[in-house]
C-alpha cells in the first residue's frame, strides 16, 4: 500500500499564496503519477493538477493554469502544489493522490490511493 499524508492548508486572503505538500510512504516503487483534486462544499471531487513520479509530465485543470504549480523533490518522496493568486472559488478540501496508470490523468478511477485532505480557505 501507498500512504500519503497532506499539509499546508490554511486560511488566506484572496489573492494569497498558500503551498501543499504531499508525502508518500509505502510501496513508493508502484507509483507512476501524483494528482491533486479538492472539493468544495456540495460539490464533487474535481481534478487540479498531476505530474509523473519522475517529474517529466506535468498536467493542469484550466482553472489553475497560470496560477498554480505542482513540483516533486524525488529524494523526500514529496509532490507539492504551489498555489498564487488564490480565489474565494478556490476554498476546498485538496486531497493528493496516488496512481499506477500509465501517465498523470484527470481521472479519479485512475488512482488508488488517497490522503486525508487539508482545507483551504480563501477570503474575499
Known amino acids: 500500500q501507498v500512504q500519503l499524508v497532506e499539509s499546508g492548508g490554511g486560511l488566506v486572503q484572496a489573492g494569497g499564496s498558500l503551498r501543499l505538500s504531499c508525502a508518500a510512504s509505502g510501496r513508493t516503487f508502484s507509483i507512476y503519477a501524483i494528482g491533486w483534486f479538492r472539493q468544495a462544499p456540495g460539490k464533487e471531487r474535481e481534478f487540479v493538477a498531476a505530474i509523473s513520479w519522475s517529474g517529466g509530465s506535468l498536467y493542469y485543470a484550466d482553472s489553475v493554469k497560470g496560477r498554480f504549480t505542482i513540483s516533486g523533490d524525488s529524494a523526500k518522496n514529496t509532490v507539492y502544489l504551489q498555489m498564487n493568486t488564490l480565489k474565494p472559488e478556490d476554498t476546498a478540501v485538496y486531497y493528493c493522490?496516488?496512481?499506477?496508470?500509465?501517465?498523470?490523468?484527470?481521472?479519479?478511477?485512475?488512482?488508488?490511493?488517497w490522503g486525508q485532505g487539508t482545507q483551504v480557505t480563501v477570503s474575499s
Open positions: 493522490a496516488s496512481s499506477e496508470f500509465g501517465y498523470p490523468t484527470r481521472y479519479l478511477r485512475h488512482y488508488d490511493y
